[in-house]
């Protein structure tokens, strides 16, 4: 393809679908009236592999970026914007918008082509139009594509062919006509002691001015000991967003007492018509703001749009497209059609035919999940129940309501993957168990919860034979607060992850130690734990592993042989096939910082899976009447009013 042929690309699929190209004479500005989504440059100190969620270089030299919005490609080079952040998820738009067209807006210098492709659901590409710009001055092109063959899923991007040098800058996808409105947007942070994050996160949003002029109100619930207000770059914040930034200091109330904070600050203390949440703990790319709002804009219906999680720790990775709650077993999950962990610096947008399908969700992590003002008038504030769940369980809510979620593709935060995190272990185990119950209890369709209490149990047997005793033991007292009620949510939030602490450091499993060599060396030599390390893979040899550990768990132990560790291991070895046949062990905690000393106790293991099967027959017996009792204590759960309350029982202060 030469850069003055205006005849479709030869080597293009060939479509009944593909649109014939406008003449350049109807290519003039004037078509593009609200801008959706701003097409980014990758950072100056961004690597090669996160350069891929913005441009695709395959075919091209590395191109250089003058700033966020513009680009400099040389001559005879090809570039391609079917990227993450660039390409625009048509289907999505097509889906839940009033739009029928879009338009593509690319303003370019140079002798060059820019071609339109667009996808169908099955990831096949096909090319749409396209234009050619001789050189000499700058020209601005514009395209109207049609959204109406997306039903099902698909993207639209352009690539660029240069003859000469060229400079492509401020494009962007546009409405062809004006919102349904214009959301009067509020933002709120949730931090605890982790002010210097918390002020990164205000830092990104102030310093893209188009980002920062859209913001109507930036709530804080600063919940720590170690202030927001402290940290030298808050000055700097607190000037470019003068009184639209208010800092609220309070108890410790977890994630859904933070967020709801902040809900309450936009929705009964201003005139914010959407409010979006997000982490402390994350890296932001500021224009994913102006995208939830754009999309709330153009929304048929009020709805939640979420932001999709990208990995903190390797940023070429989409962590997680979407999610569900598996109703049968009440757990959440991938939603059908996606993938963890999909590295665009493997395998690009054109290359990943499973990226083209349009996906739809039960829910949003809060990392980043935008709230209009008629779902909260609607549904009312989160539950009271610290961390965990709190997020899934108003999606669910909200879609029982009337108002569906979606998690938009090319609208994302980076945060750390929970794969690098062990928290369904440690302390938080309790709020893992206690809240996934309640969001159950009230949502779930099953009359004595379906697999549900099943799984628990074989959790526990599972956390009972890796020698943690510790999390079966925050598990029942989950167990037990569930079937104590509802009553005491509220009271019993701001000291409850101290309780969850203290039960969990009774138990040696449940101790961190900085170093193993804090320890005596181990007992056994890697030579003799070979015989250990054998996966059992076949369903025979699963069931003979299964039946010998729990045989041996149940047989005294040797003293000796628990005082001192027979192995060192690491977190990513200690699986249940090698630890069943070890009275003891460390074993390095997820996050690296240090190990834990796990000893196998037969009267533990004997006294806590009895009282896990008891516990979980009597809520599976009694579960028509936790339901009722939960179900009719909801609207005082998630009142608007109650939450007022407690915050004024709690104390806070307003900086």
């Given amino acids: 393809m030469t850069t003055t042929d205006l005849t479709v690309d030869p080597d293009a699929p060939v479509s009944p679908e593909v649109v014939s190209e406008p003449a350049p004479e109807d290519l003039l500005p004037g078509k593009a009236v609200e801008l959706l989504q701003r097409v980014l440059m990758p950072r100056p100190a961004d690597q090669l592999k996160v350069r891929s969620l913005y441009l695709d270089e395959v075919n091209s030299p590395r191109v250089r970026c003058a700033d966020r919005f513009t680009v400099q490609v040389p001559a005879a080079a090809e570039l391609s914007f079917a990227t993450y952040f660039n390409a625009f998820p048509a289907s999505y738009w097509r889906r839940w918008s009033v739009l029928e067209s879009v338009v593509l807006r ?46 099902d899923g698909g993207w639209y991007w352009f690539d660029l062919t240069t003859d000469d040098e060229t400079t492509v800058r401020d494009a962007g996808w546009y409405a062809p006509v ?104 994350i890296q932001l790319e500021p ?3 102006l995208r939830a709002r754009a999309f709330a804009a153009y929304a048929r219906q009020p709805m939640l749009v979420g932001g999709q999680m990208l990995a903190l720790q390797d940023r070429s990775v989409l962590h997680t ?136 149990l074989k959790a526990d047997l599972r956390f009972l034979i890796t020698l943690q005793y510790s999390t079966v033991e925050l598990h029942q007292t989950a167990y037990r607060d569930l079937l104590a009620g509802p009553e005491g949510l509220f009271e019993g939030m701001p000291g409850s992850v101290g309780r969850a602490r203290e039960k969990r450091a009774g138990w040696t499993d449940g101790r961190v130690i900085p170093n193993s060599g804090d320890l005596p060396l181990p007992s056994m030599s890697a030579a003799e734990a070979i ?47 090698l630890l069943s046949r070890l009275d003891s062990a460390t074993v390095g905690t997820a996050d690296g910082r240090g190990v834990t000393f796990r000893q196998r106790d037969p009267q533990a293991f004997r006294r806590l899976f009895t009282q896990s099967g008891q516990l979980l027959r009597r809520l599976s017996r009694e579960w028509p009447e936790i339901q009722r009792r939960y179900r009719e204590a909801a609207g005082e759960l998630t009142s608007v009013d109650r939450w007022g309350q407690a915050f004024e029982e709690w104390g806070y202060t307003r900086v």
């Fill in 178 to 281: 004006a919102p349904v409105e214009q959301p009067r947007l509020g933002i709120g942070i949730c931090t605890y002691n982790r002010p210097v994050d918390a002020v990164a996160a205000l830092t990104a949003l102030v310093e893209d001015a188009t980002v920062r002029d859209a913001l109507h109100l930036v709530t804080v619930a600063d919940q720590g000991n170690n202030n927001v207000k402290d940290v030298p770059a808050y000055a700097d914040v607190a000037a470019a967003l003068g009184d639209r930034l208010r800092i609220v200091e309070q108890p410790n109330l977890g994630g859904s007492g933070g967020f709801a904070r902040t809900m309450h600050e936009s929705f009964t203390r201003s005139d914010v018509t959407h409010h979006i949440l997000l982490d402390d703990d």
């Fill in 531 to 577: 015989r250990f390390r054998t996966i059992p893979v076949s369903p025979v040899q699963i069931g003979r592993t299964l039946v010998s550990a729990i045989a041996r768990n149940v047989r005294p132990v040797d003293e000796g042989s628990r005082e001192v560790p027979q192995l060192n291991l690491s977190f990513q070895d200690a699986q249940w096939f």
């Fill in 106 to 151: 690319v303003t370019v210098s140079g002798t060059c082509r820019v071609d339109v492709y667009r996808s169908k659901a099955d990831g096949e590409s096909m090319h749409v139009t396209g234009a050619v710009h001789e050189g000499g001055d700058e020209r601005t092109l514009e395209f109207e594509l049609d959204l109406g063959p997306f039903i």
């Fill in 321 to 456: 497209m979407g999610e569900i709650v598996d109703r049968s077993n009440f757990f959440w999950r991938n939603a059908p059609h996606t993938e963890y962990f999909h590295d665009f610096g493997e395998h690009s947008l054109r290359k990943s035919p499973e990226l083209h399908r349009r996906i739809d969700v039960d829910y949003n992590g809060w990392w980043m999940c935008l709230i209009p003002r008629p779902v909260f008038e609607a549904i009312g504030m989160p539950l009271p129940v610290f961390i965990k769940w709190d997020d899934a369980e108003y999606g669910l809510r909200a879609f029982a309501a009337g108002f569906p979620t979606v998690s938009l593709p090319g609208t994302a935060i980076w945060h750390l993957s929970w794969g690098d995190k062990d928290d369904a272990s440690d302390w938080q185990a309790y709020f893992h168990i206690r809240n996934r119950l309640i969001a159950a209890a009230l949502h779930s369709p099953h009359k004595h919860g379906g697999r549900l209490f099943k799984e628990m």
């Fill in 287 to 289: 224009d994913s703001i």
